[in-house]
């Protein structure tokens, strides 16, 4: 088992120690076209019962996404995207104890989402639009900075990599730095290497088998594989079957060190780190 760095991140109500248990980031998609929940939870009634059920079964943080990001999907306006999340993010504000994040790469959605009560921006585009800097830079957000490459409808042809881990080391210093000259504290960021994100089956077993070398950049890493393709890759199982191979993955994640993991299935992942948790810290 690969120690977690010990590392510290910043959030507007105090700071998040990492230790031994990774943290649970549950997924609320308040969308029609996700890959494998859409449609569920577009009603914002259902969309906050289910982050509070995913709360109630471990959930540390939850993550508010109203936009898809799947390959191929098209993008949404601000409006429309507001008009899902914030009503969504204002509820849960005021019914959970736990963090949330906006799931978001438009700076606007972003500042209405705190406004609303979110304490994290999640940009899957890696923080890449100087607004959305400034933006996190002129509130205490704590920010997931993600790699990917171009967009969700072109990012299927940009999966090419010399050496993927090299890529990511290089992006991730240079958007590091670019967060630091904004004026966005260190602490307050983590790092994903946004699995499935121009990323094929091949270079997602890579860096999965490699995580633990991205502690040298000296942030949390968050881990998304949930449901994802390159579960249904190994396992030949649709989305709706990729419970057992999302927790294979998670936990494989686990003990490369990750220190958040992003997943649908909140129950199922809080005790599967249970168990190999409590056979890593037996005193024998
Ligand atoms: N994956 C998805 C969306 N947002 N954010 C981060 N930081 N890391 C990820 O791996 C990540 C993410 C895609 O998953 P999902 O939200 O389930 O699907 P969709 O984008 O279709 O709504």
Redesign the pocket.
């Known amino acids: 088992m690969v120690a977690r760095y010990p590392v510290e991140l910043e959030l507007p109500t105090g700071i998040v120690k990492f230790n031994e248990k990774p943290l649970l980031m549950g997924?609320v998609?308040v969308?029609p076209?996700?890959?494998?929940?859409?449609g569920q939870y577009l009603d914002p009634a259902r969309a906050i019962a289910h982050g509070e059920e995913l709360v109630a079964q471990g959930a540390d943080w939850l993550?508010i996404?109203a936009?898809?990001?799947?390959p191929g999907?098209s993008p949404v306006g601000v409006e429309e995207e507001s008009r899902r999340a914030l009503p969504v993010v204002e509820g849960l504000a005021q019914r959970v104890p736990v963090p949330l994040s906006i799931?978001t790469y438009k700076a606007e959605v972003a500042r209405r989402a705190i406004a609303a009560g979110a304490s994290i921006i999640?940009d899957?585009t890696g923080f890449v639009d100087p607004a959305m800097i400034a933006l996190a830079a002129s509130t205490r957000a704590a920010c997931?900075c993600?790699h990917m490459r171009g967009t969700?409808a072109t990012m299927r042809e940009l999966a090419d990599y010399t050496d993927v881990m090299a890529t990511l080391h290089e992006y991730f210093t240079d958007r590091l730095d670019a967060m630091d000259r904004g004026g966005i504290a260190r602490q307050r960021i983590m790092l994903?290497p946004?699995?499935?994100?121009a990323k094929r089956t091949t270079h997602n077993l890579t860096i999965l088998q490699k995580l633990a070398e991205l502690h040298t950049l000296g942030r949390p890493l968050?881990?998304?594989?949930?449901?994802?393709r390159i579960i249904g890759d190994l396992t030949g199982q649709p989305e709706n079957a990729r419970l057992v191979g999302t927790i294979a993955a998670s936990l494989a994640a686990y003990y490369r060190g990750a220190h958040v993991l992003?997943i649908?299935d909140v129950a199922a992942m809080r005790d599967a780190i249970a168990v190999v948790h409590a056979i890593e810290h037996h005193p024998g």
């Open positions: 997924i998609n969308t076209d996700s890959f494998s929940d859409g993550d996404g936009e898809s990001t799947r999907a799931d999640n899957v997931v993600m969700p994903d946004g699995f499935g994100f968050l881990v998304g594989v949930s449901r994802k992003r649908h």
